[in-house]
Structure formats: C-alpha cells, structure tokens
C-alpha cells in the first residue's frame, strides 16, 4: 500500500519549494512596503507586512490544494492531496482547516511531520485531523480503483467477427 503515498522526502522538498515561493512573494511585498530584509524594526509597518504575508500563505495553500489537487511544490513533485475517505479533490475549506493543523504539526518539535516517515499512509498530524492524504499523482487512479472508487478499466476485444476474419 505504500506504493501510492507521497513520501517524507518528497514532501519535504515540495515543503521547500512552496517556502521558497512564499519567501520569494514575502520579499516583493516587503519590498512595496519600502522594508528592509534585515531591518530590524518594531514598526507597525513590520507588523502588517507580517500579517499579510500569513494571509498571502493561507490563502495560496487553501486555494491551491482546494482547486488543483495541490500547491506548486506537489505538483512539481508528482504529488496530489485527496480527501482520505473519497480519493477525490479536498474543499477549499478542507484545505484551510489542513494548513491551519500545519502550525501544530510544526510547533510541536516538528513531530507532527515526523508522523509521515512512519505512518502506513504517510499522513502528519495535520493530514489526518483534516481528512486528508498525499498521493503520488501517477498512482491516484490505480488507488481510486482499487478502493472501488472508479470501475475498472475494462479490456476492450475486438468483435467476434473481426477474429473470425483474421
């Protein structure tokens, strides 16, 4: 069965791939807010860059994972999220709820995370409280198969007739 999950690794770097994207949009906000990336200022200003660039993140991961199966990093990694009992997009609000765990699955020496590495089904903390699984996309129709999600693909023969023929 772990054939068709998304594994550590590869979360780990569509992780990364999804920071360097929002540290690259924090920046250019940053930036048009006339900040200093090293600046070390207790201004109002700093605050509201801050809470912008958390609200650009929520709603770029709510969005991404609600509508196209995933964000840019697991789409460049080959990796789909689903809802855990239907193998079918998640909603954006689960989506919401998924990026929202992420903070408890981080904030708590990262074992939230960890859980990927040994669970059967590759599922963080923040996975399984939103109902959700990250499967490998070449696998997702296989998987939905198996489960009875989608028929089969059936074998197509040719008619009776042409066999004859032949």
């Avoid at 912008?52 to 994972?65: K, R």
């Avoid at 074998?155 to 009776?160: E, L, T, Y």
Wanted: charged fraction near 15%; aromatic fraction near 12%; glycine fraction near 10%.
């Amino acid at each position: 069965m772990k054939k068709y999950y998304g594994g550590f690794w590869s979360r780990v770097c569509a992780l990364i791939i999804d920071t360097i994207f929002l540290l690259g949009l924090s920046g250019i906000i940053n930036l048009a807010m006339g900040l200093n990336f090293f600046q070390n200022d207790p201004s109002p200003k700093v605050l509201y860059s801050s809470l912008f660039s958390m609200i650009v993140s929520f709603i770029y991961c709510s969005i991404f994972q609600g509508m196209f199966y995933g964000t840019f990093g697991k789409k460049l990694m080959g990796l789909k999220l689903v809802d855990a009992k239907t193998l079918q997009q998640v909603s954006i609000g689960q989506a919401f709820g998924r990026y929202a765990m992420q903070f408890v699955s981080a904030i708590c020496l990262g074992l939230g995370y960890f859980n990927v590495a040994i669970n059967q089904k590759k599922q963080g903390w923040h996975d399984k409280a939103a109902g959700t699984l990250v499967i490998k996309s070449s696998m997702l129709r296989k998987l939905q198969e198996e489960e009875g999600i989608l028929p089969k693909k059936k074998k197509v023969s040719a008619p009776a007739e042409l066999k004859r023929a032949a």
